[in-house]
């Protein structure tokens, strides 16, 4: 889903999938923690367990009365409404209703408030895709829409995202090279600068980030964003963290994913998980494919939980019932702790565990 999200990041489409019959034998798989997984984390010593939400989601009262226990989730990202197509749909004309109902129950309920992204190719409105810009017309909009985002949220955002690409930052192509997309074919990589000083100037306290995806180990993607972080630093331009989407897929977990936050974190950034799911894929959600998804949790978690600088962890939903992921029954989805249900999955207590 990603490329530098310039200010809060991933087109989270709402998909309502089959539910997911555990097995008879799921009581017996694990052992039920009482504890809500933002307390595992803050006893961790992290900042937040965190989750994206669609207000069009609250009307569910189970869903809800989840969402707003602070044992659960102590912090929230805007999963749609807080991107450009909502919040500049026509050139200089800022809305910012739908986000604000975001915002306001984030300060209601005394949870943080995770920016989205400022800057991304995908769920831009028209008048972007189609624009016909020269590079000073087109530096002009990204910094005006930069700094009026990041502005209008001022002291409410704990970090702020830089994308460009999707919220899945996708401002690069797994090979390492820069995505082709309006900004960089008019910009070059010039307008990734240009996002981060305007969210600068709009909120001096807010970290910046740089989210994207397929970084979760060593590569050549990740490669290509640990050297954009060391010439933005030498540079002089503002960074203070990465964002990683960690959109996993049960049984594949990639083997240096502790190192790489390691080697993040020694270019002196913080680093988040952003994203988190774990879709399963040509496998069945069965007995045993909960256990192994229990499992990937925790090494997720854990690897987190091992680096300093890794500051918290942001679930892209809790429940499979509103989930991006579609689901095909049996093998395909089911990639959130809760079930379709609203019950908790045995990947719940991986979480647990991945902090203990």
């Not at 200010?7 to 089959?18: C, H, K, R, Y």
């Not at 915002?103 to 309920?109: G, N, Q, Y």
């Not at 630093?233 to 390691?262: A, F, S, W, Y």
Request: hydrophobic share 35%; charged share 20%.
């Amino acid at each position: 889903m990603v490329g530098y999200r310039c200010f809060f990041a991933l087109g989270a489409t709402v998909v309502l999938g089959g539910a997911l019959a555990l097995p008879s034998s799921h009581p017996t798989l694990y052992t039920r923690s009482r504890d809500g997984l933002n307390l595992a984390a803050k006893a961790a010593k992290k900042l937040y367990l965190g989750t994206a939400t669609n207000a069009d989601q609250w009307n569910d009262t189970v869903y809800y009365s989840i969402l707003k226990d602070n044992a659960e989730f102590g912090q929230i990202t805007a999963a749609n409404v807080m991107k450009w197509f909502d919040t500049e749909p026509e050139p200089g004309v800022f809305t910012f209703e739908d986000g604000d109902v975001i915002a306001d129950f984030v300060k209601k309920t005394g949870k943080k408030l995770r920016g989205h992204n400022c800057v991304w190719h995908n769920q831009l409105p028209d008048w972007v895709v189609n624009g016909t810009f020269t590079p000073s017309e087109l530096a002009f909009v990204v910094e005006r829409h930069c700094y009026e985002l990041v502005h209008h949220y001022q002291g409410q955002v704990y970090e702020a995202h830089f994308l460009t690409g999707s919220v899945h930052t996708e401002a690069l192509n797994d090979d390492g090279t820069f995505r082709s997309d309006i900004f960089y074919d008019t910009l070059n990589s010039t307008y990734i600068p240009i996002a981060l000083r305007a969210a600068r100037r709009a909120d001096p306290h807010a970290k910046l980030y740089i989210n994207d995806y397929n970084i979760e180990g060593t590569g050549a993607k990740s490669t290509a964003l640990k050297n954009l972080i060391k010439s933005l630093k030498r540079e002089g331009v503002p960074i203070d963290g990465v964002g990683i989407q960690c959109h996993l897929t049960v049984g594949e977990i990639p083997t240096t994913l502790q190192q790489n936050m390691e080697e993040f974190a020694a270019l002196g950034v913080e680093v988040a998980i952003t994203e988190l799911d774990m879709r399963f894929l040509n496998q069945t959600a069965n007995a045993e494919g909960l256990a192994q998804q229990r499992a990937d949790y925790e090494t997720v978690i854990k690897a987190c939980n091992a680096v300093e600088k890794c500051v918290g962890v942001t679930l892209w939903d809790f429940t499979d019932k509103y989930s991006w992921i579609p689901t095909t029954p049996p093998d395909e989805g089911y990639p959130c702790p809760w079930d379709e249900n609203l019950k908790k999955k045995p990947a719940y207590d991986g979480i647990i565990q991945g902090f203990h």
